[in-house]
């Protein structure tokens, strides 16, 4: 089928080479030139581990090409995926000024040639959908009225619940579809579309192989519960390391340990083991956004959702304890030297947006502290996105610990687990490590050499580990 995506950020370019990687002809559109040239040198705009080869490949497929005009691929596609940002208001609503434009430019280029489908992959509030199919039709009528009558099209909601880092894989190999539409014909266009992904009928890549054979479930059904869908998932996934991060809390209170705890309910098939790693509080371009644009949505139905307002308070929370713990071990935070390892939201990517790094530095260097930071991908945005913000950047995880008084892991990047704790607390003032994600052993961190305190783990394990062996009676539920 011929494909237009709408916007080549970390969704639509993903999008964009994977659906070309299935087979079908895409075409990805963006307003920003200079993401455009560097696609089309085969370069991706952004950190994405296999994007690049995924592009490669999908070119001697499908065919991808990389354009800034929206007319002519939407004139000559059966489906546009609108993939733009949604970022959030002041007001906690979300920003819909590029899905306004982006739904206006498809309803100027439509013609009577063929049966279209509009989709919204951005994450929108409920009725986005309506408010897109009511943008495009005025785009028809004010550009060309005479043909009006004889476009056809129809709309439909397709969230995208990929993760950065992962993303090509989480698109090859969903965990499930979601397809909201209205009607049984633009569904069927999009069953279509996805028929490839939905058997796992196509060659898996070296880079991303597939995990198992399994097919993947489309959940078919209606605009509003496709939006609702997308909103919810990520409220839940929140709430769940909220949970986590507020039974940290206690454990550190009562002498538990946090990441015993959580393996200890995880294995409830009912709760599931992911998603239930105490730390510094989530971070990244979706959760605080999707939180807050459902609250909103709630309040302009006259609810409170008291659940969602409480995870977002403990997430803040959560990412003062840094500065707490740093105060604990060294007193007088004014002229020491903090080391940072990591600033990217999480691994794998180069993407700060709502990133903890970013408050804790800003609070460390407010209250007097000078900030070393180091991250395998993430410093060149990092200095380009935040001018202000005085971070001496280092080559590597070493030199960022050279002479600091404390040393604060924000982001668990697969080198720092590998990192020679000795060799990297010979190196400081004062070997502390406060570790915000609890990547490393207590036991292991402190054998060389550091005082440590993770997230949620008891200082010494004081108490006996109990040895008796539950009833069935006790054990039950
Ligand atoms: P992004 O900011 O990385 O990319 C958005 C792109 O859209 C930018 O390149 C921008 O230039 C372009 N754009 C804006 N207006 C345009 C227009 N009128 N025409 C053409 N291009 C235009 O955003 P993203 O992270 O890819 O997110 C896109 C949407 O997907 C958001 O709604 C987000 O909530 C949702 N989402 C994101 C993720 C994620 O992990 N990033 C996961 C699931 C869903």
């Not at 994405?48 to 065919?63: C, K, Q, S």
């Not at 869908?229 to 709430?239: E, G, Q, T, V």
């Amino acid at each position: 089928m011929r494909v237009t995506v709408i916007g080549t950020g970390y969704v639509g370019t993903v999008t964009g080479a994977c659906l070309a990687y299935l087979g079908h002809r895409v075409t990805c559109v963006d307003t920003d030139r200079a993401k455009i040239e560097k696609l089309r040198l085969g370069e991706a705009p952004i950190y994405e581990p296999g994007l690049e080869e995924l592009i490669t490949l999908a070119n001697g497929r499908g065919g991808i090409d990389f354009q800034t005009e929206l007319a002519q691929p939407v004139r000559d596609s059966d489906v546009i995926f609108i993939a733009v940002g949604t970022p959030p208001l002041p007001s906690g609503e979300s920003n819909l000024a590029y899905l306004e434009a982006a739904a206006r430019g498809i309803g100027a280029a439509m013609d009577g040639s063929r049966f279209r489908v509009v989709v919204n992959k951005s994450t929108v509030p409920v009725g986005s959908g309506n408010l897109v199919g009511a943008l495009v039709r005025e785009g028809i009528f004010e550009n060309h009225p005479e043909v009006a009558d004889s476009v056809q099209f129809g709309v439909a909601s397709n969230p995208e619940f990929l993760r950065e880092g992962s993303a090509i894989h989480d698109s090859l190999y969903p965990d499930r579809i979601v397809l909201g539409a209205e009607d049984d014909t633009t569904a069927q266009v999009l069953h279509r579309l996805y028929q490839p992904l939905m058997e796992q009928e196509f060659v898996d890549p070296s880079f991303a192989p597939r995990p198992s054979a399994r097919k993947v479930p489309v959940v078919t059904t209606t605009l509003t519960s496709a939006e609702m869908i997308k909103y919810s998932a990520n409220a839940f996934l929140a709430m769940k390391i909220g949970f986590s991060n507020e039974i940290s809390n206690i454990c550190e209170r009562v002498g538990a340990d946090v990441t015993e705890v959580m393996t200890g309910i995880g294995l409830d098939a009912r709760i599931g083991t992911g998603f239930l790693n105490a730390g510094i509080g989530w971070g990244g371009s979706c959760f605080g956004k999707d939180i807050n644009s459902l609250l909103h949505t709630a309040g302009e139905y006259g609810y409170q959702a008291r659940l969602l307002e409480a995870s977002l308070e403990v997430n803040r929370l959560q990412r003062q304890i840094v500065i707490q713990k740093l105060q604990e071990k060294l007193f007088i935070l004014k002229g020491r030297t903090i080391a940072l390892l990591g600033l990217a939201f999480k691994p794998n990517t180069d993407d700060l947006r709502d990133a903890p790094s970013l408050q804790i530095a800003e609070k460390l260097i407010h209250m007097g502290a000078r900030v070393r930071a180091y991250d395998p991908i993430a410093m060149d945005a990092c200095r380009e996105q935040n001018p202000g913000l005085r971070i001496c950047y280092c080559n590597d995880a070493l030199s960022a610990a050279e002479h600091a008084d404390a040393l604060v892991v924000v982001t668990e990047w697969p080198e720092f687990a590998a990192l020679n704790l000795a060799d990297v607390a010979g190196r400081m003032n004062s070997p502390v490590l406060i570790d915000g994600r609890n990547l490393f052993q207590p036991e292991h961190a402190r054998l060389a050499g550091f005082e440590y305190a993770g997230i949620g783990r008891c200082a010494t394990r004081s108490a006996p580990r109990p040895t008796a062996v539950l009833s069935d009676a006790a054990a039950a539920d």
